[in-house]
């Protein structure tokens, strides 16, 4: 694979995405990301951002489930509380019929975005050190971003639902009286900042299959449920769907889905 881009040409690229949001999409080069950490804390962040669009700004990017998930179901099958219900600790996550896994595709994103966002000025925190590991929780997940006062929370995934939906969508806080009833209008503009950038950065369709528009308000999910900060989930795709699989399973797509939620991102937070 290339390089990553050169700091002038990724502030270019998104700043073309971010204002524009219309029209042509930018071309974006393939890069490759980060080798994964095999040791850390549950958490990993970057150091303090320097100057740029998004100094001084705080991003916490929770790459769903994780690779020893699978291995370790008695842990992750372990019921935790997320206000409305209660759920399981983590998951599996799903496939793609050829077998590129969910968890995989979600570490690959979030290790394109974090230095994009870095290049703009942001601190980073991951909430999982590397693709080997077992969860974090939900719960655990969710303190994550409330602990680094995160002025914006994205987790990714790529759904597993009937083969016959395609497209992306956007999942957004529903009001869970008394717990996050602060943060449910600035996610709806987070997630509204987000949907359209990666509409226009991926050329991806909204969902068939769920919600209205690629935006879906949900009270079941712990990881919006217990944020205290601005905080929405992303579907980049149904991995079960062949056409939303082959896009998503090459590295040059990851990289332009990205450089969209980057966009989307600083369109936000600016």
């Not at 842990?75 to 219900?85: M, P, S």
């Not at 929780?137 to 914006?152: K, L």
């Not at 009937?162 to 943060?183: K, L, Q, Y």
Request: net charge positive; proline share 6%; aromatic share 4%.
């Amino acid at each position: 694979m290339g390089a990553f881009l050169s700091g002038s040409a990724v502030l270019a690229t998104l700043a073309a995405l971010s204002v524009a949001c219309a029209g042509a999409v930018p071309a974006v080069r393939e890069a490759k990301a980060p080798a994964e950490s095999s040791a850390g804390p549950s958490a990993e962040s970057s150091p303090t951002g320097r100057g740029g669009p998004l100094a001084g700004k705080v991003v916490v990017i929770d790459p769903g489930h994780n690779g020893g998930n699978a291995a370790h179901r008695e842990e992750i099958d372990r019921l935790v509380d997320v206000i409305t219900g209660r759920k399981p600790c983590n998951t599996i996550g799903t496939r793609t019929r050829s077998g590129y896994p969910e968890h995989a595709f979600t570490w690959d994103v979030a290790n394109r975005l974090k230095p994009l966002l870095e290049e703009m000025g942001a601190r980073v925190v991951l909430t999982r050190p590397n693709d080997t590991g077992v969860g974090p929780c939900i719960t655990e997940r969710a303190a994550i971003g409330n602990e680094a006062r995160a002025d914006a929370v994205v987790s990714i995934h790529g759904d597993g639902a009937a083969e016959s939906g395609h497209g992306f969508h956007v999942i957004m806080p529903g009001p869970v009286a008394g717990h996050n009833d602060a943060i449910v209008r600035p996610s709806r503009r987070l997630g509204l900042a987000i949907r359209k950038a990666y509409r226009v950065g991926t050329r991806m369709p909204y969902a068939t299959y769920v919600g209205r528009d690629g935006l879906q308000t949900r009270t079941d999910l712990g990881g919006l449920n217990l944020s205290k900060r601005p905080a929405v989930f992303i579907e980049c795709g149904n991995m079960r769907n062949s056409r939303d699989a082959a896009r998503m399973s090459k590295p040059a797509f990851r990289e332009r889905i990205a450089t969209s939620l980057a966009a989307g991102l600083r369109q936000y937070l600016r």
